[in-house]
């Protein structure tokens, strides 16, 4: 019940942002929701997915100290630099992986809000989005990644100004936190390009059916691919299509159904949607996460991971869709509708369905170090693990 009534509290924070969106008003509040999103995630203790992971990486970093006084040492670590930096100075300063949580936590949500900001007048509905779509897989798993993501979507904002060179300072610095981001990069020259609607719905449309006909091609793609970039790209391609666990198609599910019915929606704001500053932009973000969804359907772990860096264009793009509506009952109307999708990506955890116990019970830090007591988390850790590769197999 924890999230849901985290959940409950964002739309009403929501439906005030649509109602009082004067600059005051919605500085105040998304402050208020981007604070509790920070607190959750920040703040959870051996909750989520591969905290466990993240407390051995801790234990094995070194200090700052000793990078600057070795170098040479950084080379032997083969994870993202910029998050082993970050994780050494926090160590340096006394911190442990709760902090590091916490400070990673608060780094992504702020990044997110500043760009939230940017892009819509309604941001609080921006992170209710963020918290129903996003959050529990960048926030509660793969927190560097998480971090890459946010330092793109905030790049974001240097394209239909015409930019390039902070987009992409913005975009190599989120490299260094997670490398696929340099997905990014050449991006940048396309994104704000208006395209017919016909062509948005006949390019995701084709994606269906390559989907439901089960048409076998990416995996060759990516070994290409891989092989042209070397090293370590080349051993995670072949662990990412080789290894049972990941080699899964996505099978129909309603999640196919309803990215199709929302996304022809959208599309019918098209023209509106074009008109705004950075409306372009996150459409065709949306649309590529949707080409993700359908064309990479052989290995649903690649595609979602992926799919990630672009599935964040839609926590403005709905937004923006709201401020198109032209009377403030249909803008609540509408908030519904995307409260109640936004709901369906996280209704496991919000619940408390047996695949989201590695979730449930939330576990917080500070009421742990209050009242000392064992913590389940671990055994709920490894039960999620064996029922997420149960049903892989399956």
């Given at each position: 019940m924890f999230y849901l009534i985290c959940f409950g509290i964002l739309c009403v924070l929501a439906v005030l942002n649509v109602q009082m969106h004067d600059k005051l008003s919605t500085q105040i509040l998304s402050g208020l929701a981007a604070v509790m999103l920070i607190c959750i995630a920040?703040?959870?203790?051996?909750?989520?997915?591969?905290?466990?992971?993240?407390?051995?990486?801790?234990?094995?970093?070194?200090?700052?100290?000793?990078?600057?006084?070795?170098?040479?040492?950084?080379?032997?670590?083969?994870?993202?630099?910029?998050?082993?930096?970050?994780?050494?100075?926090?160590?340096?300063?006394?911190?442990?992986?709760?902090?590091?949580?916490?400070?990673?936590?608060?780094?992504?949500?702020?990044?997110?809000?500043?760009?939230?900001?940017?892009?819509?007048?309604?941001?609080?509905?921006?992170?209710?989005c963020y918290y129903g779509i996003l959050y529990f897989n960048l926030e509660m798993i793969y927190i560097r990644q998480a971090t890459a993501v946010a330092l793109c979507f905030l790049a974001l904002q240097y394209i239909q100004p015409h930019r390039v060179l902070p987009y992409m300072l913005m975009v190599l610095l989120a490299c260094t936190f997670h490398r696929v981001a340099v997905l990014m990069l050449p991006l940048y020259f396309v994104l704000n390009t208006k395209l017919p609607s016909w062509v948005y719905l006949s390019v995701i449309g084709l994606g269906a059916v390559v989907m439901l006909a089960g048409i076998p091609w990416i995996q060759s793609v990516i070994m290409q691919i891989a092989g042209w970039l070397g090293g370590d790209y080349l051993d995670k391609a072949e662990y990412y299509t080789k290894e049972a666990l990941f080699v899964v198609n996505r099978g129909l599910s309603v999640g196919f159904v309803l990215n199709l019915l929302i996304f022809v929606v959208i599309v019918f704001f098209k023209e509106k949607i074009d008109r705004l500053a950075h409306g372009t932009v996150m459409l065709n973000m949306y649309s590529l996460s949707l080409a993700c969804y359908y064309y990479c359907f052989e290995l649903v772990e690649v595609s979602n991971r992926v799919r990630l860096f672009f599935l964040i264009g839609i926590i403005a793009l709905l937004p923006m869709v709201l401020e198109i509506l032209p009377l403030f009952l249909e803008r609540l109307a509408g908030l519904a509708v995307v409260a109640l999708y936004c709901f369906s990506f996280s209704r496991m955890i919000f619940l408390e369905a047996p695949q989201a116990m590695a979730y449930n019970p939330y576990q917080n830090y500070i009421e742990y170090k209050l009242h000392p007591r064992p913590s389940t988390g671990k055994q709920r850790l490894e039960k999620s693990h064996e029922l997420f590769q149960n049903a892989r197999k399956n």
């Open positions: 920040g703040l959870r203790y051996e909750t989520g997915g591969d905290w466990d992971t993240y407390n051995r990486f801790f234990d094995d970093f070194p200090s700052f100290s000793r990078f600057v006084g070795n170098p040479a040492t950084f080379d032997n670590y083969s994870m993202e630099k910029g998050f082993v930096l970050l994780c050494a100075l926090i160590k340096s300063l006394g911190g442990t992986v709760q902090h590091m949580f916490f400070v990673v936590t608060t780094i992504n949500i702020t990044l997110i809000t500043l760009a939230l900001g940017k892009y819509t007048k309604y941001p609080v509905v921006g992170l209710l």
